[in-house]
């Protein structure tokens, strides 16, 4: 004998349909018990400082930056200090300037074993790289601590070995203080010569070469102003 099979029937709770499936070719279908909210992260959102923040430290900077001009031109002591820092082949070498006159200033380079070469003399890539710094130190040391200078040309003419230390006498083709009174960037074009300095009393010093450099002068108040035209575009 079997048992008879008896069929129960499950009601569904009135009140819940099941979405109807679209036949339409292409349509997603969405089958019983699907989420319908899924929970999406966030993208990231770029921190952006304030800009109050940004001009607190924008004018902190110029403060340190402008305090540390005026003190790499007050005398040879701070300048030996900030060119160990920021340019160690003017430290080592051990250049040194001096005003002559109201026009004329000079530059000495002693005659120091990291400025000679294998035989003795004053080695030319020591006399050719203080050029530029002596030149920029002189125009630098005018302008003051407002301006940046920037050596756009340089010609060096060797004539002779050096064989003591070199002295650089510079002078300038325009007049500086006119155009610093303009209050616009400025080419400026300096005249070295560069002589041995005499090892005894009565000589004279003898020339070992000459330098033409051309230098450009630019207020930071307008690298200021195209930085701020950057920021507007």
């Not at 001009?69 to 340019?87: A, E, G, P």
């Amino acid at each position: 004998m079997t048992a008879p099979a008896f069929e129960h029937e499950i009601e569904e709770p009135t009140g819940l349909s099941h979405p109807a499936v679209s036949s339409a070719p292409g349509t997603p279908s969405i089958q019983v018990g699907t989420p319908a909210d899924m929970p999406v992260p966030l993208p990231r959102r770029r921190q952006i400082s304030p800009p109050n923040a940004q001009k607190k430290s924008t004018r902190l900077y110029d403060r340190l930056e402008a305090f540390i001009s005026r003190l790499s031109v007050r005398d040879n002591f701070w300048r030996s200090i900030c060119s160990l820092i920021w340019l160690p082949l003017a430290f080592f070498s051990g250049l040194t300037i001096k005003q002559l006159d109201t026009d004329t200033f000079a530059a000495i380079l002693p005659f120091r074993r990291f400025n000679r070469n294998w035989y003795r003399a004053m080695a030319g890539g020591a006399l050719l790289a203080n050029s530029e710094i002596a030149g920029g130190a002189y125009v630098f040391g005018i302008c003051g601590g407002d301006y940046t200078v920037v050596c756009k040309n340089l010609n060096y003419s060797f004539l002779r070995p050096c064989y003591g230390p070199a002295v650089y006498r510079m002078r300038s083709r325009e007049n500086i203080h006119e155009l610093i009174a303009g209050g616009t960037e400025f080419n400026l074009t300096l005249d070295l010569d560069i002589l041995q300095q005499a090892s005894r009393i009565g000589e004279k010093d003898k020339r070992v070469g000459k330098c033409e450099a051309v230098f450009h002068v630019t207020p930071k108040m307008h690298h200021k102003v195209k930085a701020i035209r950057k920021q507007k575009v």
